[in-house]
């Protein structure tokens, strides 16, 4: 870590969208740069399709800048996560993956990342692996630690609650999930598009109620598709 913690903020701020909140981030570098420990940065990868499009290297570019300055990523493969599927910006339910197309699909991103990471600086984890050990007694505790009026606070859930479009209760529990990967990984920064805001924020709290320094949040533009008009996405199909 060559880098003044203020010319890494300067780095780590160039292209993004939001970051939530600079003053904590300023003073994880500065603690970082103090006890030469590299900050953990997480992304949570969806396995709903075998390919790694342009969207999300604008996201492997903005950590693989943060690789460069000292620190260490760990890419999450939702492969448990993946079972319900992300609900973000979806307008209908989506059908759950089955174990084989998870498992294949998450295999290939592991193939893919390290077009852009650093191998050296990044470690892989499916969240299967803690995820699938809880029991329902720690999964109603989860649920425990938010509220449906909190969940419904989310602009999908809440256009579809208000055109009496059916939500999964499971479906509330992808935030939930994808935020125990930060308590579990003890997560220093999470990145993701902005359309993973209500989720990386998520992290945020449940990491307080768990007695964690909260994680940084880290927004980054989203890519338009190549129809035009709405994001570049897997599950939409207009994706390079």
């Known amino acids: 870590m060559f880098l003044t ?21 300023l003073e994880k570098l500065e603690r970082s740069y103090k006890e030469q420990r590299p900050l953990t940065i997480k992304l949570g990868l969806d396995p709903s399709a075998p390919d790694i499009h342009l969207g999300h290297a604008v996201v492997l570019r903005k950590i693989k800048q943060m690789q460069d300055l000292g620190h260490h990523a760990v890419i999450v493969i939702g492969d448990f996560t993946g079972r319900i599927g992300d609900p973000t910006g979806k307008a209908k339910g989506r059908t759950a993956l089955n174990d084989d197309t998870v498992k294949k699909n998450g295999q290939t991103y592991c193939e893919q990342i390290f077009k ?17 050990k809880l029991s329902f ?9 938010t509220s449906v009026a909190r969940l419904l606070e989310r602009e999908d859930f809440q256009k579809r609650y208000q055109q009496h479009i059916p939500i999964g ?16 990984l003890v997560a220093d920064i999470e990145l993701g598009g902005t359309d993973q805001t209500f989720n990386i924020l998520m992290g945020r709290s449940l990491q307080k109620h768990r007695g964690l320094e909260k994680q940084i949040a880290i927004f980054m533009p989203l890519l338009e598709g190549l129809d035009g008009i709405e994001k570049m996405s897997k599950s939409l199909g207009n994706y390079i």
């Open 137 to 145: 007694e720690e999964v109603i505790k989860l649920a425990a630690t």
């Open 169 to 184: 209760i499971h479906e509330f529990f992808y935030p939930l999930m994808q935020a125990y990967d930060s308590v579990e």
């Open 116 to 132: 852009v990471l650093d191998p050296n600086k990044t470690t892989v984890r499916f969240n299967s692996e803690w995820l699938a």
């Open 5 to 25: 913690p203020k010319e890494q903020m300067t780095i780590i701020k160039k292209g993004a969208n939001k970051i939530v909140d600079e003053q904590d981030l």
